[in-house]
């Protein structure tokens, strides 16, 4: 879904029970505006590598996990 439209990308979160990971701010906004599903994990790293990004999930993992457990949660901010 690399090059499918926001809106496709949200659809098939919800059809398929998952969260969004993006370092797009359209996610999280369209987050604040709806309640989930689906939830919306917000990278908030500059310019980094793939490398700098699965450092970053990995070490919050738990925040990650509480976060997803949370039926009321819409988004969660990392970096």
Known sequence: ???AEDSAVWDHAIEHDLA???KDADFHERSVL????P???WIRLGNCTTQDIERLVRDK???IQLFGEDPEAAFLALG
């Open 34 to 37: 709806t309640a989930p599903p």
């Open 39 to 41: 939830k919306v994990i």
């Open 20 to 22: 969004i990971v993006s």
């Open 1 to 3: 879904m690399a090059h």
């Open 61 to 63: 993992a738990a925040a």
